[in-house]
């Protein structure tokens, strides 16, 4: 069964920045594209951002993180980072890593038990 | 952006009846090269990650009960639970992966 374990969560203060991570295992990693997607506090989902399959050279944002997040991964390590920056109260989240069917317009077919942020003074 | 507008916000269902959720798209999700709708259908209960049921509109996932299908083309689709059981107690989503930004919809209660 597949596995995305996120870790790198916590509290932080507006303005402030925070690194996840999201261990993959039991599949071809390289082969996939991966996904970040948040949920507000009883609100719905959210995507944030998917990088491609391979290399990761193919990355899209959505236009509230553009510029501050990036999403990068270590296909070596089997892991998949959104480093955030510049984090306002609005993106206190829970944060789900996440593996698509197969490209990035595909079906996100597995997810992690997700990150909490919280971004408050 | 793709959005996508999901109907009713909250349904009471009693056990053993049909529920049926509406989604709409803001454009359409036929792919004519394929003639794939690139729709995406899930459940996710209280402190648990989503979990995809349908992909391409109507394709079930391995695994997920035979009351559950998903239906519709280019603009409007639904997803609808046979006979309701109480393990189906959860918010649904529908999602889009036409184009980036992917969108979801803001999710449909069901609730006995």
């Known amino acids: 069964e597949v596995q995305l374990l996120e870790s790198g969560g916590g509290l932080v203060q507006p303005g402030g920045s925070l690194g996840l991570s999201c261990a993959a295992s039991?599949?071809?990693?390289?082969?996939?594209?991966m996904t970040w997607v948040r949920q507000a506090p009883g609100k719905g989902l959210e995507w944030v951002s998917s990088?491609?399959?391979?290399?990761?050279?193919?990355?899209f944002y959505a236009d509230f993180v553009k510029g501050r997040f990036t999403i990068s991964r270590d296909n070596s390590k089997n892991t998949l980072y959104l480093q955030m920056n510049s984090l306002r109260a609005e993106d206190t989240a829970v944060y789900y890593c996440?593996?698509?069917?197969?490209?990035?317009?595909?079906?996100?077919?597995?997810w992690g038990q997700g990150a909490l942020v919280t971004v408050s003074s | 952006d793709i959005v996508m507008t999901q109907s009713p916000d909250s349904l009471a269902v009693s056990l053993g009846e049909r529920a049926t959720i509406n989604c709409k798209s803001s454009?359409?999700?036929?792919?004519?090269?394929?003639?794939?709708?690139?729709l995406n259908w899930y459940q996710q209960k209280p402190g648990q990650p989503p979990k995809l049921l349908i992909s391409?509109?109507?394709s079930r996932e391995s695994g997920v009960p035979e009351r559950f299908s998903g239906s519709g083309s280019g603009t409007d689709f639904s997803l609808t639970i046979s006979r309701l059981q109480a393990e189906d107690v959860a918010v649904y989503y529908c999602?889009?992966?036409?184009?980036?930004?992917?969108?979801f919809g803001g999710g449909t209660k069901v609730e006995i």
């Open positions: 391409w509109a109507s």
């Open positions: 039991r599949f071809s990693f390289i082969n996939y594209a």
């Open positions: 990088i491609g399959a391979g290399d990761g050279s193919t990355t």
């Open positions: 454009q359409s999700l036929l792919y004519n090269s394929n003639n794939k709708n690139y």
């Open positions: 996440a593996k698509h069917i197969a490209g990035w317009l595909t079906g996100i077919h597995y």
């Open positions: 999602q889009q992966c036409y184009s980036t930004p992917l969108t």
